[in-house]
């Protein structure tokens, strides 16, 4: 990930959520006194058109957290 001064190997904790800001500690704009943090924001970015076996993969994912519905914190309409 490119920062202020140079580039940095980000690592995206498990369970993280897109929109999801991150700190990047001491990497952001530099005062007389300190260095500041530099935030990321996570953002999904998904292949426009996946191959059958990632399409296969992306399946037995869905499958596999079949209980998971991402629309539950929608309410009823």
């Given at each position: 990930?490119?920062?202020?001064?140079?580039?940095?190997?980000?690592?995206?904790?498990?369970?993280?959520?897109?929109?999801?800001?991150?700190?990047?500690?001491?990497?952001?704009?530099?005062?007389?006194?300190?260095?500041?943090?530099?935030?990321?924001i996570?953002?999904?970015?998904?292949?426009?058109?996946?191959?059958?076996?990632t399409?296969?993969?992306?399946?037995?994912?869905?499958d596999?957290?079949?209980?998971?519905?991402?629309?539950?914190?929608?309410?009823?309409?």
């Amino acid at each position: 990930m490119p920062t202020l001064k140079e580039r940095i190997l980000l690592t995206i904790p498990p369970g993280s959520q897109a929109g999801q800001r991150l700190r990047i500690k001491g990497k952001g704009l530099a005062s007389k006194k300190h260095t500041g943090d530099l935030y990321a924001i996570i953002k999904i970015v998904m292949p426009p058109k996946p191959d059958e076996k990632t399409a296969a993969l992306w399946q037995q994912l869905a499958d596999a957290q079949s209980s998971f519905d991402p629309r539950q914190q929608w309410g009823k309409a």
